[in-house]
Every structure is written in C-alpha cells, then in structure tokens.
C-alpha cells in the first residue's frame, strides 16, 4: 500500500523523501504514519520496477536532494492498484486508496466502495452474532467495546452509502461528495 500511495502523489508532482514523507502526513493524517525506514525501501523498489525514476533539479544546491518522478510504468502500475479489490477488507488500505480517487472513474469509485461496503455489512454480520453468543460470557466493558464496533461499521456503512449515492448523482465525474456540516450542540462547524 506504500508504494501506491506514494505513486499517488508523484501523479500530482515530483517530490523528494522528505516532501513525500510530509505529504503522506498531510494526506493520510493520524489513519497512517510512515517511516523513512519504510519510505526510502519502497522507493527503491519503485525504481526497481522502473515506475520512479530519479530526477535532479538543475539549482545548484549544496546538499542534492533525490527527486522522484512517476514514470509510464508507474503511471500504469497504479492504475493497476488503484482498482485491485486486494485492499478493500483492510481500513488503512481503504482509506489510503479513498484518498487518490480523485484519479478513479466514477464507476470503478463506486465499484470500490460497494465492495467496502459489502465487507463493512459482513463485519456487521459477525459482530452482532458474537454480541448475541458473548453477551453472558463477557465483562460490561468487553461489551461496551463490541457495541462500540458495531456503531462504528454502522455509521461507516452509512457514510458509504451518502458516497455511492452522491458518485451516482454526480457520475459525470465533475464533483466529488462534499461533508455535510456537522451540527454540535447548536454549533455548526
């Protein structure tokens, strides 16, 4: 999942590790942190593949710094990756694909997600048959944590649901879903 996210962003422009590093931060937040252990393996790898390629600027610098750049191979391998169904039962592989959609057809957006979903609806499954299995065999708090799990697959199942009915809506593929503002205590934000 590394090596597509950092595909991604060499879509939208050449970047050296540290930029990289920082825009997986940006992009991915608190869901997925990445090591430099990580990211300099996976980009040699990438370079391997022939789908990075090492580009230098032509400012004279003191200390030169690798930048990369997606190549054709690149650009097809990520096509590739973008619409494996390979990632759609792990969170962090969802939400990592989630954030470069903008570079996916409208069906195969919604291809992704009604595949999310569908996995989304199994968990559910599970979790409300272990609930009614457990619920005499385990503590409150063991409980308390299953019940929170299923609220969450619930509200995500939800949120998926706005999301293929607003790609639906918009299939022309000009605008993406936008958040609704959420209301706290009066307050919209």
Known sequence: M???????????????????????????????????????PALKRLRKQEAVEMVFPKADVVRRKNVYRITEV???????????????SDDNGFRVRLAFFRHLKPEARIGVMERRRAVLQDRLHQLKERLTSYRERVDGYTLSLMR????????????????????????????????????????TT
């Open 2 to 40: 590394l090596e597509f996210a950092i595909l991604g962003l060499l879509k939208e422009r050449s970047m050296h590790g540290y930029q990289l590093k920082k825009r997986l931060a940006d992009a991915l937040g608190p869901f997925w942190q990445v090591s430099y252990g990580s990211l300099y």
């Open 148 to 187: 929170h799990g299923m609220d969450t697959t619930e509200h995500d199942i939800r949120w998926l649901d706005g999301m293929i009915k607003a790609e639906r809506r918009n299939g022309d593929g000009g605008a993406s879903p936008r958040r609704a503002p959420r209301k706290r205590k009066g307050v």
């Open 74 to 88: 690149g650009e097809r391998l990520f096509s590739e990756l973008v619409e494996s169904p390979q990632e759609d």
